[in-house]
């Protein structure tokens, strides 16, 4: 059973980080995109981070540039999110997301992925 699970949530004050895990079990992800994704109550999900198969290309929202860095460790079967400077509209749940295998140029878009973490809650306080 393949399964990708988030930890490393929690709440903290603005201006402070945290970094998120995703542990992926039941098949390697190497060779598969991976991404982060967050989802504020009431809203959408929306993409927050990318990062290609083997580690060659990242991409981010611009809402996360220059403060939140994405990372992989392919040994591990885990993806990575570092988030600096976190500020209260970051409060969210965020979500790690596989895809099958390979790439998409559709990296964006919660439709490309295949396999999805359970979430992890990140509360931002003022």
């Known amino acids: 059973q393949v399964q990708l699970v988030e930890s490393g949530g929690g709440s903290v004050q603005a201006g402070g980080s945290l970094r998120l895990s995703c542990a992926a079990s039941g098949r390697t992800f190497s060779s598969s995109d991976m991404g982060w994704f967050r989802q504020a109550p009431g809203k959408e999900r929306e993409f927050v981070a990318h990062?290609?198969?083997?580690?060659?290309?990242?991409n981010y929202a611009d809402s996360a540039k220059d403060r939140f860095t994405i990372s992989r460790d392919s040994a591990k079967n885990t993806v990575y999110l570092q988030m600096n400077s976190l500020k209260p509209e970051d409060t969210a749940v965020y979500y790690c997301a596989a895809v099958a295998w390979g790439s998409s140029s559709y990296y964006y878009l919660p439709r490309s992925y295949n396999y999805w973490g359970q979430g992890t809650q990140v509360t931002v306080s003022s």
């Open positions: 990062i290609s198969w083997n580690g060659g290309s990242t």
